[in-house]
């Protein structure tokens, strides 16, 4: 990634969170809602969750958890195909459908077996609501209800937010943003995530909408 500064100098305390989004097998290689190379960030981030614990921080992960007859699945629009463009009321599904994923209970919306689960001080679930996707670790699309991330990272006194995982142009970006506009300053671990780029592009707007935004990017050497 071009023109990205990455922060320097970073030292995580007991008021920061690492978010790690969505490490589910359905997201990865092999999974129904694959995300290229999302298999190749797995270390990585338990790398980081083995700093954040050190350093007392909180560590979070996000789970895509939804029901069968989820409306964000193509396969519950007659005729409609995964990737075919569709926008309801609110925004709350959309912009394109999805092949089912991360369906309750199944193999695909577990978290990845290498992923150091037992790093993590608190699950969120999310996507529940059939009719209301919830791309945010903070809240559904619609922004009528929230997950109980923000009530979870007030109690913890958390200040700061730093998210990685999948998919970085959908989950990733929606849950930095949200954390932003919440109030918390937000980094994006950008070398931890990748994205589906769907539609094409998606990625390259994500990351300049973000940087607009005022979130700021890091990498390894930031917390050196
Ligand atoms: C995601 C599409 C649908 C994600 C979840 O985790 O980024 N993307 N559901
Ligand atoms: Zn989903």
């Given at each position: ?20 989004v969505d490490m589910q097998y359905d997201f990865i290689p ?195």
């Amino acid at each position: 990634m071009e023109h990205v500064e990455f922060e320097k100098n970073i030292k995580i305390d007991k008021n920061d969170a690492l978010i790690i989004v969505d490490m589910q097998y359905d997201f990865i290689p092999g999974g129904s809602l694959p995300v290229e190379e999302g298999d190749q960030i797995i270390n990585g981030i338990n790398d980081i969750a083995k700093l954040f614990k050190k350093k007392t921080a909180q560590v979070v992960l996000t789970q895509d958890w939804h029901p069968k007859k989820h409306l964000s699945f193509a396969s519950n629009h007659p005729g409609k195909s995964p990737g075919d463009e569709y926008i309801s009321d609110n925004r709350a599904i959309g912009p394109i459908l999805w092949p089912d994923h991360c369906i309750q209970g199944t193999k695909g919306a577990k978290f990845h077996k290498d992923l150091k689960v037992d790093l993590a001080d608190k699950v969120i679930k999310k996507g529940m609501n059939p009719s209301v996707d919830s791309y945010s670790g903070f809240q559904d699309n619609d922004k009528k209800s929230e997950t109980g991330l923000r009530e979870y990272l007030n109690s913890k006194k958390i200040k700061r937010i730093f998210v990685c995982g999948l998919a970085l142009d959908y989950c990733c970006y929606y849950t930095a943003l949200d954390g932003f506009n919440f109030g918390y300053k937000a980094y994006f671990l950008v070398d931890l995530t990748r994205g589906v780029d769907l539609p094409e592009g998606n990625i390259k707007t994500a990351l300049e909408t973000m940087k607009k935004t005022g979130i700021k990017f890091v990498n390894n050497e930031s917390f050196k």
